[in-house]
């Protein structure tokens, strides 16, 4: 049984840090594109960022410089570096996994920025 857990969301300040992890059971994880969504109340969900197995990064304009998406296959683990984040990052972030026609995705964590 795949499963995709999302950890180190939270409230942070305007300006402030966080780091998410998702942690990955039940899947070829070292074979598969990992990504970072999210969805703002009353939005769609919407790619933040995604690495590839063989660790090509791609990112949404609207995170680039701030976010970093990184993985250790060791750890069948993928994360997410926030810095610099504003009211606008708020969201629940989800953790998605896919290999060949399969994808997965973790029940998110909250992040909320506000003073």
């Known amino acids: 049984q795949v499963q995709l857990v999302e950890s180190g969301g939270g409230l942070v300040q305007p300006g402030g840090s966080l780091r998410l992890s998702c942690a990955a059971s039940?899947?070829?994880?070292?074979?598969?594109?990992m990504g970072w969504y999210r969805q703002a109340p009353g939005k769609q969900r919407e790619l933040v960022a995604e690495?590839?197995?063989?660790?090509?990064?791609k990112y949404s304009d609207s995170v680039k410089g701030r976010f970093t998406i990184s993985r250790d296959n060791a750890k069948n683990t993928v994360y997410l570096q926030m810095i610099g984040l504003k009211p606008e990052d708020t969201a629940v972030y989800y953790c998605?996994?896919?290999?060949?026609?399969?994808?997965?995705w973790g029940q998110g964590t909250q992040v909320t920025v506000s003073s």
């Open positions: 998605k996994g896919s290999y060949f026609q399969s994808v997965y």
């Open positions: 690495i590839t197995s063989g660790g090509s990064t």
């Open positions: 039940g899947m070829r994880f070292s074979i598969s594109t």
